[in-house]
């Protein structure tokens, strides 16, 4: 055997092309190969496909390897993400180990230093397990990635913006810096807070960008998912070779869930974008330090502004005071206490005490994340419920200097 990378579902060349604005492409499904013209991909609910002969083997044999339903998530999410092969996997983590297993022992990973909860966990595992060492910069100065560069850089992690503390990094600035001096070097964007519909990290210079598809792409909390996109190719290709060779590749069910999500991303996302915004002004208005970069008081209001067409639907607010955040988030009525973000409901969150409380808390004091920071996710519901809901949690907990109403 000469072939190491085994020949796989190829994306289709036309499907992968963007010809009409993002919200028309992604509510626009290529299933013109469908041999009963079905209107919605249908679910390949299938573990094995029958071969013509002993030697003639089809396009698929076994769902790790490829699946029609699979590929055909794949294509439309290469489409609306630009790249050139999309790969869909069990979760947003799984996504970020598929990445890492290009990273040989030894060899360094340069990340943000307010990254996801997560990926900070797999981080440090890679650390411990495998002798991968990752710089934590502060991303948000491009020039403080320079001294970093080596022949060992393999991977540069970035999220902009960042989790919970709405930092931004200047992905084309950085790229360049990575490329002229670490050709070997992947620069990667976890993209999951913007969505492929704000902002497209690989036409800002990345060469990988992947997403938790349990968010925004899919939009519901009602399924787990990973999407991969590569600008090149072979960089895909590797991809693929790692998620059929350790069998994370997403189910038929969940890829039809994932794709059945992601045609309303851009109409949700409007919905969920408008809202926050008021949402934003109304807290800023109260005297709250707000991170949202939506607002003009954000420190990097323009650079967010060049790289994406809006500022999304996660803000995160300082009140000053722990018991007061408690109360606030255990005041509200319509806003859903949890983890996670980009369902069509809202929710509220105390960081430090959920999504992020697998970081230590020294760590979380280094990195000067607030204990009382609180963060909203945006949903779908009509924008003055969610404001009504808010201010009264916000006058129960005390939060506001004269009750109003
Ligand atoms: C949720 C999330 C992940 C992890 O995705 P899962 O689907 O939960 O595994 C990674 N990065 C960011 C920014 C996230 O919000």
Redesign the pocket.
């Known amino acids: 055997m000469t072939d190491i990378l085994p020949s796989s579902p190829a994306a289709s060349v036309t499907s992968t092309t963007r010809r009409y604005r993002f919200a028309t492409e992604v509510v626009t499904v290529d299933s013109s190969d469908d041999p009963h013209n079905a209107a919605s991909v249908p679910i390949y609910q299938t573990a094995t496909f029958k071969q013509k002969g002993a030697t003639a083997t089809g396009e698929y044999d076994y769902s790790r390897s490829g699946n029609p339903t699979r590929t055909h998530v794949e294509n439309h999410l290469a489409k609306i993400m630009s790249a050139e092969r999309a790969l869909v996997v069990t ?4 996504a ?1 180990d598929v990445i890492t297993r290009l990273v040989k022992t030894g060899e360094e990973i340069i990340a943000g230093d307010d990254l ?1 909860g ?2 900070n966990r797999l981080l440090s595992f890679l650390a411990k397990s495998q002798n991968v060492k990752t710089h934590h910069i502060d991303t948000t100065k491009s020039d403080s990635i320079l001294p970093y560069l080596s022949d060992k850089t393999r991977l540069v992690l970035l ?1 902009s913006p960042t ?1 919970p503390l709405i930092k931004i990094s200047d992905i084309p600035t950085i790229s360049k810096y990575v490329h002229d001096r670490c050709p070997n070097a992947l620069v990667v964007v ?1 993209n ?2 913007m969505s492929p519909y704000l902002q497209r990290p690989l036409e800002l210079g990345a060469d990988i960008s992947y997403h ?4 925004y792409l899919s939009g519901h909390h009602d399924l ?3 999407v991969i996109g590569a600008k090149k190719a072979s960089v895909g290709d590797e991809l693929y070779y790692v998620i059929n060779a350790t069998g994370c590749g997403l189910s038929p069910f969940d890829s039809w869930l994932l794709l059945r999500g992601v045609k309303t991303l851009a109409v949700r996302m409007d919905k969920q974008q408008a809202s926050c915004i008021r949402i934003a002004d109304y807290l800023e208005a109260q005297g709250f330090k707000v991170h949202f970069p939506g607002l003009r008081s954000h420190p990097q209001y323009d650079l967010h502004a060049s790289m994406a067409s809006g500022p999304g639907a996660v803000l995160s607010f300082e009140t000053g005071d722990t018991g007061i955040s408690e109360r606030i988030v255990e005041g509200t009525k319509l806003w859903s206490i949890s983890v ?2 980009g369902c069509v409901n809202s929710l509220i969150s105390m960081p430090c005490r959920m999504s992020h409380a697998s970081i230590p808390a020294h760590i979380r004091a280094e990195r000067s994340l607030p204990e009382d920071l609180i963060r909203l996710c945006v949903g779908i519901e009509d924008a003055d419920d969610l404001l009504e809901d808010l201010e009264q949690a916000l006058n129960i907990a005390g939060a506001l200097p004269t009750p109003s109403k």
């Open positions: 979760s947003g983590m799984g970020l996801y997560g990926t999220e989790n976890d999951t807070m938790s598809g349990t968010k787990m998912a990973g996670s973000f």
